[in-house]
């Protein structure tokens, strides 16, 4: 089953408001990557993080490792329209095995 | 080809049928991976190789599932006497380096038994 817990679910914002998906685990991960997936599209790597307390950032986009290595977010700033989709987290497990979490779906209304 | 290629896009069969899913990686990567994304949630992995050999085979649902990847590059997934329960979409996907790599997804292949 799945290692990584992902919240919330779902999340429903007017476009312009901020946005933060959380990723939380009850073991020290090695790394943690996140995707987002368009609706009817496939997974698309977003990036990876590795180091204790890692924050980068792709222009709205900002990804956080936590200081243990057990929880990850990505936080959206004055979201648009095309950050619509799902947004997932993946942990590394048991050598090169990627484990995604259920994911948060992000709807923006216009 | 530029992306990592999955044939067929849509397969429709019958209760009891086999099939094949194949998977066309990125040129040069290493590792390929199947995973089986059922609807609103997240890719659920099935197995994955490094070059032809299958490295990690524990997420495959039973022995009616098998995947081989014979030459180090195109691989196919197997399921046979399918059940109605294995209707979800299949996944590949690639990297270059395998441990710690970034993951290249194909379009899937919608599988549905009827």
């Known amino acids: 089953g799945q290692q990584v817990m992902q919240i919330p679910q779902y999340q429903h914002v007017q476009e312009g408001e901020d946005f933060t998906t959380y990723c939380n685990s009850s073991t020290t991960l090695s790394n943690i990557q996140w995707y987002k997936q368009r609706p009817g599209g496939h997974p698309v790597f977003l990036i990876q993080?590795?180091?204790?307390?890692e924050v980068k950032k792709q222009k709205r986009l900002t990804f956080q490792f936590g200081e243990a290595k057990k929880n990850s977010s990505l936080h959206i700033t004055a979201t648009q329209t095309t950050d619509v989709g799902t947004y997932f987290c993946a942990e590394e497990t048991s050598g090169s095995r990627l484990t995604f979490g259920e994911g948060t779906q992000l709807t923006v209304n216009p | 080809g530029a992306g990592v290629s999955q044939s067929p896009r849509y397969k429709v069969t019958k209760r009891g049928q086999d099939v094949a899913l194949r998977c066309d990686p990125i040129s040069g990567h290493v590792s390929l991976y199947w995973y089986r994304q059922a609807l609103g949630q997240g890719p659920e992995f099935l197995t994955y190789f490094n070059y032809e050999a299958q490295q990690d085979k524990s997420g495959l649902p039973n022995d009616r599932f098998s995947a081989e990847r014979p030459e180090g590059s195109i691989s196919t997934l197997t399921i046979q006497r399918t059940e109605q329960r294995d209707s979800a979409m299949y996944r590949c996907?690639?990297?270059?380096?395998?441990?710690?790599?970034?993951?290249?997804f194909g379009e899937g292949s919608r599988l549905t038994v009827l």
């Open positions: 993080l590795v180091k204790s307390g």
């Open positions: 996907a690639s990297s270059l380096l395998g441990r710690t790599g970034e993951l290249f």
